[in-house]
C-alpha cells in the first residue's frame, strides 16, 4: 500500500513518522512533482499538480474538518474525499465557544474592565432562560457544541439544512434563506456559526439574518471567514444592535495588520484557534479508515462533493 502526503504549511516529517509507525507495511512518501502513482494521500492545501497527477487515488484524507478548499480543486471522479470526523476536534470547539458564550453571559469583558479600574462592582445576574443560544449548523462539532451548552442549562436552537433531532435542542431545518432559518435566527441572544461553507452558505452572517437576532446579541464565527459579511457586522456593532462578536476565522487569513477587526472594543479576535487538528488522534483515525476501506467497508466522513460537506 502506497500513501503520499502532501501538506502545504504544515511539516510533513511527524506525519510520516506518526503514519509509518501505526501501518508499519505501507509505504510512505512525501509527494513530489512525477512522483509515482500512490494508492491513499493525506492532504492539506494540495496544488491542483497534485490531485492531476494521482489521479488514481482510491481516497483522499483532510487532515482537517472543513474541505471547501479542497473542493475547489479538480478531483478524479473516483477518488473519494474523506474529512476528519472529531479526532479531537469537537472538544476543543466546545470549550471553545462555551467559554465565548459565557464570557457574554457573565458579562466577563465588563467586570475585566471595571476592575481594571480599581472598580468593585456588580450587575444584575441576566436571565438564563432569556439567553437563547443558536448553533448554525449541526455536524460532528455543531451537536458537541449544543450539547455543552445543555450542561450549563442555556435554552439551546440548532439549525441544520435536513432535519436533526438532539433531546433538549429546539432544532430548526431547511433552506438557507427558508423560514426554518427565519425561526430559528429570531430573538437568538448568541449565534454560533459551525455550518460548512458552500455557495449556499457564503455570507450567511449578513445584515438581515444579524438583524433578526435579540438586540444586544453577540455573534461567534468559528466556521469559516466567508460566511460572515464583515462590513454588515460592524455596523450592527456600531449602531449597538449587536453588542460583540468572538471570530476565530477570517476572510483573509492570516487577518491582515490594519484591519478593523484587530482593534475593535467589541470584537475578540483569535488566529483560528478554536479546533485545532491533533495529529496523533488524526492518524489513528486515517489508518483505521485506510483499513477499512481495504476491507471493503464503509466509512464516515466521506464528502458528497455535489452538497460540498
Ligand atoms: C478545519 C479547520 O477545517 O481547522 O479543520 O478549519
Not at 94 to 119: K, P
Not at 130 to 139: H, I, K, P
Not at 263 to 269: N, S
Request: aromatic share 6%; charged share 20%; glycine share 10%.
Amino acid at each position: 500500500m502506497h500513501i503520499t502526503l502532501c501538506l502545504t504549511d504544515t511539516k510533513p516529517e511527524p506525519w510520516l513518522a506518526g503514519l509509518q509507525a501505526a501501518w508499519p507495511e505501507a509505504t510512505l512518501s512525501v509527494w513530489q512533482p512525477g512522483a509515482p502513482p500512490a494508492d491513499y494521500a493525506v492532504v492539506w492545501a494540495p496544488p491542483q499538480q497534485f490531485l492531476d497527477e494521482q489521479a488514481g487515488l482510491q481516497a483522499l484524507f483532510n487532515i482537517g474538518a472543513g474541505v471547501d478548499a479542497l473542493l475547489q480543486k479538480r478531483i478524479a471522479p473516483g477518488t473519494l474525499v474523506v474529512r476528519l470526523d472529531d479526532a479531537g476536534m469537537s472538544v476543543q470547539m466546545a470549550e471553545f465557544v462555551t467559554h465565548a458564550v459565557i464570557r457574554h453571559f457573565r458579562e466577563l469583558d465588563g467586570y475585566q474592565a471595571d476592575v481594571a479600574q480599581g472598580r468593585w462592582s456588580y450587575r444584575k445576574p441576566r436571565s438564563r432562560a432569556a439567553c437563547q443560544v443558536g448553533v448554525l449548523g449541526l455536524g460532528v462539532l455543531g451537536e458537541r457544541v449544543a450539547r455543552a451548552l445543555q450542561v450549563f442549562e442555556f435554552p439551546v436552537r440548532g439549525f441544520s439544512r435536513s432535519p436533526k433531532q438532539i433531546e433538549g435542542v429546539a432544532c430548526y431545518s431547511g433552506a438557507m434563506d427558508g423560514a426554518g432559518l427565519h425561526d430559528f435566527l429570531d430573538g437568538l441572544q448568541v449565534l454560533i456559526c459551525l455550518l460548512p461553507l458552500t455557495p449556499e452558505t457564503e455570507n450567511i452572517l449578513n445584515h438581515e439574518n444579524l438583524s433578526r437576532l435579540a438586540p444586544g446579541a453577540h455573534v461567534i464565527n468559528v466556521a469559516r471567514g466567508a460566511h460572515l459579511v464583515e462590513a454588515d457586522l460592524l455596523a450592527l456593532l456600531d449602531s449597538g444592535q449587536l453588542s460583540g462578536a468572538t471570530l476565530d476565522v477570517f476572510r483573509t487569513e492570516p487577518l491582515p495588520a490594519g484591519h478593523p477587526f484587530w482593534q475593535h472594543p467589541k470584537i475578540t479576535v483569535t488566529p483560528h484557534t478554536s479546533a485545532r487538528t491533533l495529529r496523533e488522534e488524526s492518524i489513528a483515525q486515517i489508518v483505521g479508515k485506510m483499513h477499512a476501506l481495504q476491507r471493503g467497508e464503509p466509512i464516515a466522513g466521506v464528502v458528497d462533493p455535489t452538497r460540498g460537506y
